[in-house]
């Protein structure tokens, strides 16, 4: 399926210069001069190499329809993270940097989604959002809570949000997998 260089996504598969390609960052940039683009990081999902490539919204790239499959994380093991399948129980093996920066979020017994190409897994997809517990957060400071300023503070995983000021150290919140960003109070 062709897709518009703008349509371009966090976690899309793409078909680049005859590889398989899963976009880490995005980054949309409008210069000055000239037509807006969006700067794009990818990972070869084959031989993990790295690259980053501009594309025009005129530029049309192929997002690659994969296989998926529904498995349940089990825990970590050195390096490598063990998923099983839902439907036969079988263990799977997998190197934890194809999860890159969301690896954080996994959680024990958390359901993911295995993307398969051609019978091979070359991706794990997490829910686009999860709770989490937030364990540190930076006291408000007088005067700055009429604009809606961001404070920092630090998960239960260790990972770095902002968050409004009215969230404190032990709340509960939902946050963007993806994008590491405070969503809402978790309900």
Known sequence: MKISGVDIR?????????GIWKVAKIQHTQP????????????NLQDGRKTNVR??????VEKVRLDTQDYQYLYAEDDMLVFMD????????????????????????????????????????LPE????????????????????SYKPAVLENGVRVMVPPHIESGTRIVVD?????????AG
């Open 177 to 185: 997998v993806y994008e590491r960003t405070y969503v809402s109070k």
């Open 10 to 18: 966090p976690g899309n598969i793409l078909e680049y210069e005859g």
């Open 86 to 125: 839902t439907n036969t129980y079988e263990q799977i093996q997998l190197p934890s940097d194809l999860l890159g920066d969301a690896a954080a979020f996994l959680e024990d017994g958390m359901q993911v989604k295995l993307e398969l190409w051609e019978e091979k897994p070359i991706s794990v997809e």
């Open 32 to 43: 000055g001069k000239g037509g807006a683009y969006m700067q794009v990081e990818m990972k």
């Open 129 to 148: 959002q999860v709770e989490a517990t937030i364990v540190e957060a930076d006291a408000v400071v007088k005067g700055q809570t009429a604009s809606s």
């Open 55 to 60: 594309f025009r919204s005129a530029d049309t």
